[in-house]
């Protein structure tokens, strides 16, 4: 299993023409394979819109978007809003669940951390011993690392019902003395994994998304 994540940057103020446009585009789309998640920015970069597509591979992927494209009517006609675009695959750990329709959110934060080359087996070690501590507060959405686009790249993805609750979820964790995962693994004598960069970003989900 492969996500394909594309983030478009929108002109200020088209948001809710995009996603209207999207929407119309994505009924007839869904016929040829289904998001997992459509989400817009609320909190950290502006403008944003965010879209997960799960394919089984590659292959899947290449024949999906050809069958589209022929059908017509893909992809939505918001080429005038989009300022930029990037699309990144992406690879779920072994320990992320499958994302799947749900009511869980609204609020959706997205963390990505880009680590040191190299640094992914630690990282994915690190991560793997500590997460059943953080599952005792929250679910997970997924977590997800890159394997073409940029490049070192790790997101974990966690829905909330307010970001009252993020707070005090977080505060949880925190008081464990074992989360995040670098504290656990540095009490345990394990390597620490290097982080070179942090990004946050809190999502909403699109009225058509299927996880919301």
Not at 49 to 65: C, F, G, M, N, S
């Amino acid at each position: 299993m492969i996500y394909e994540m594309r983030t478009y940057t929108l002109k200020p103020r088209s948001l809710a023409e995009v996603e209207k446009r999207f929407g119309e585009a994505y009924e007839k789309r869904k016929q040829f394979s289904e998001l997992a998640a459509f989400w817009h920015t609320e909190i950290g970069p502006l403008n944003q819109i965010v879209h997960l597509w799960p394919y089984q591979d590659l292959a899947e992927r290449t024949r999906v978007r050809a069958e589209a494209a022929k059908a017509g009517g893909w992809p939505p006609n918001i080429k005038e809003f989009i300022v930029s675009m990037t699309s990144d695959l992406m690879i779920p750990a072994s320990f992320s669940p499958p994302i799947k329709p749900a009511r869980v959110g609204p609020y959706f934060e997205m963390r990505t951390y880009t680590y040191a080359a190299g640094e992914l087996p630690v990282l994915l070690d690190n991560w793997e011993s500590a997460i059943d501590v953080r599952l005792q507060f929250s679910p997970v959405t997924a977590v997800l690392y890159s394997d073409f686009g940029a490049l070192n790249k790790f997101v974990h993805i966690w829905p909330y019902k307010s970001l009252e609750e993020r707070n005090a979820v977080r505060d949880k964790a925190s008081a464990t003395g074992l989360w995040p995962s670098s504290l656990k693994a540095a009490k345990e004598g394990k390597p620490v994994a290097t982080i070179v960069a942090q990004e946050n970003k809190i999502l909403m989900p699109s009225a058509f998304s299927p996880l919301q």
